[in-house]
């Protein structure tokens, strides 16, 4: 008699065997629940797909306040009409993780779609979509990455936008994807206008497990986020906003201490990050650890990064290293600071997981998936205290570069004395990015860097400190967050006048190739054997609640492989 076949095993998949529920407490019928009349208010997701495994996730939505714990059903089927379940089990859910579920589903086929829905007593959720990774040979793999949705500030045209595409593999989240500030807080001027106010149990700064759960829940309601997470598998990384503003390891900008301990909110809400984001933990009950890496058969190996949390130093401040009377700098202790080998963004330990990762990785693309921006953001240090000097400083930028002999010394210092504009991005940490971008070298991989937080689209080359080309950033607009414009006085300026400064940028900032200053939406990075290109897909407005696609401003930007093509093109 044959051993095992093909057909036993799916069959005892399919009584759930084949998938591991992810610390959902007790598992078994809970016979108390099944009169308990409930919803699916918070739609259905997907994530971090491998070529065996895929979360599949959703809530449950008791309608009377006592509940506090539930039995729920779920089938895995290749058929949207769950015709041939491939998986099917239950699982409990309960207060105590707030009513989410999450299920890893196991020993799936590579590179196959699936279909997923959830029963409770006799509701049905919304069926959703999901594929797993492929192996071994790949002509193409296609992302959609996104960072900054910002409830109140605006819809989230972009989240449907790429739900409507159906060429896209994955939906790559680098953070931001909820933000923690009250109503009356940062981005909510629009917020009732819009009609997207934040409710009134949920309307303070975020601080407890609760205020956390209530704004995934809110973010959740919203439907275009709810269609993306139904239609693609997601792949994320927190940034900042899921805990406070400009978080690092020991606290954050947005967090006092009359506002109670940090490590504490810091829990909460990862604890609420890791119940409402279809993410595989690093291991059971370990909600600090988020960085790992995704394999594309054999065109991209994807490092998702963790810059924020688990191993960040305080950033740097410039008001540290000013005089407070001359207001003249201290730049040779800010450059020291700035060098010291001690200060880390992404921590030790998961450098050497990146490095050791990479060593072994064969992909013909390696490409991390993280939060702030890493290519060279230097501008004159004279526009940093005063902006208004753009114009002067940019016709002796043009002047230089046209090596014309009238400009004097006191002009060329003042473009050539530059200085970092954010110490929140990796300019900040320039010892240990110089340690990933030799490493880069040193293993002659072909690099893309994604990147988010920023809420302005951006492209760089990335040259390591003797000069040589290592790779190209590709960094994304928010989904609604409002970005440069807004601090700059941008806001309604006319095509030209935005394009203009946007040019002023690319010229300032060796490096820059690319920036959009003004508008909102997600990048489209396709990668082939040959070639790896980033689609910038912007929106005419985030306000409105209809949009259009300004393909006037798409822009698309690529980069060969090999070590003689690592640039901008
Ligand atoms: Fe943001």
Redesign the pocket.
Known sequence: MSSFSRRDFLRLSAYGFGAAVISTGLMGCNSDSNNIAVSFAHGVASGDPLADKVIIWTRITPRDADVERVTVHWEVSTDSDFADLIHQGSTTTSIDRDFTVKVDIQNLSPDTRYYYRFICNDKISPEGVMKTLPVGSIDRVKMAVF??A?YPAGFFHAYAEAASRKDIDVAVHL??YL?EYPMGGYATEDAQAIGRALPDDNNTELFSLADYRKRYALYRTDSDLQKLHQSLPFIAVW???EIANDTWKNGAENHSETEGDFTERKLAALQAYFEWIPVRPASEDDEETIYRQFVFGDLVSLYMLDTRVIGRDEPLDYANYLDPITGAMNTAQFIADLSDPNRTLMGADQLLWLQQSMATSTARWDVLGQQVLIGRMNIPAALLSDFTRLEEVISIKIRMDASDPTVTDEEALLVTTIIPYNLDAWDGYAYERELVMQMVQALDKNLVVLS????NAWASNLIDASGNAVGVEFATS?VS?PGLETYLGLEGADDATLKQVEQSFVTLINGLSYMNISQRGFMLVSFTQDEATCEWIVVDSVKSTTYTLDANSMTSLSVLPGPENRRLR
């Open positions: 960072s900054c910002n953070g931001d933000y940034d900042d906003h988010g937080d920023t809420h928010s967050s």
